[in-house]
């Protein structure tokens, strides 16, 4: 998706794992898968994109669990595109799941949280803005 394009209703718009070594992890999947990555600056630290060894595109994300980031499961985490966020927390809860990060802004690109549904999974919820 390039940063013009709205990702579309219902599609998996982003994957990214949140870990108390990042760094660590980070060279794991650079041994093990062999992507390249670019830092991301998170103000005293970096998280970082993990890129297509081929293309160089961003394939997914591997973060600190700090700061915003702290209370996130670590696991490999799914963004699902919602329209309206408040509303799809709102039916999660109806329907048995749980708001396990209370919906975060993501300045120009929108909100997020992340939920836990019936069956224990994990998953995030992105609205665009």
């Known amino acids: 998706m390039t940063q013009n394009e709205r990702p ?3 599609s998996v718009s982003w994957v ?3 870990v108390p070594d990042a760094d660590k ?4 999947y650079k041994s ?3 992507w390249t ?3 991301v600056d998170m103000g005293g630290y970096s998280d970082y994109c993990m890129n297509s060894p081929e293309d160089g595109t961003t394939k997914a994300g591997v973060c600190h669990s700090r700061g915003v980031n702290a ?3 670590p696991c490999w985490l799914i963004y699902i595109t ?3 966020l408040d509303a799809s927390i709102a039916r999660c809860l109806e329907s048995g ?3 396990i990060s209370e919906p975060k802004d993501l300045g120009p690109s929108g909100r997020f949280c992340v939920i836990q549904d019936p069956a224990g999974a994990y998953a995030a919820l992105f609205s665009p803005a």
Request: proline residues 8%; glycine residues 12%.
């Open 25 to 28: 992890v980070r060279d794991f």
């Open 82 to 84: 919602v329209p309206d």
């Open 71 to 73: 209370d996130l499961p």
């Open 97 to 99: 799941g749980k708001v």
């Open 32 to 34: 093990v898968v062999g």
């Open 8 to 10: 579309v209703w219902g």
């Open 16 to 18: 990214d794992l949140t």
């Open 37 to 39: 990555t670019t830092d």
